[in-house]
């Protein structure tokens, strides 16, 4: 048997262009949101950071006073 190879009908690509193009509006959206949940945490870490030194510097000014 003298089997073709498959090929789609005319049109077809057309017809799912809003869903490539949705699928790739949706990574953009997710790409923005994890950079975004990145430089948060950065963001936070530094807070923290800052807290715990500002925390151990006035401990060491309290033992300091005793």
Do not use: C, S
Not at 5 to 31: K, S
């Amino acid at each position: 048997m003298d089997e073709k190879p498959y090929v789609p009908p005319a049109g077809m690509a057309e017809m799912f262009e809003w869903v490539t193009f949705t699928h790739l509006l949706l990574i953009l959206i997710l790409a923005a949101g994890a950079v975004a949940v990145i430089w948060w945490g950065r963001h936070l870490h530094r807070q923290w950071k800052e807290a715990r030194e500002e925390a151990m510097r006035a401990a060491a000014e309290r033992d300091a006073e005793n």
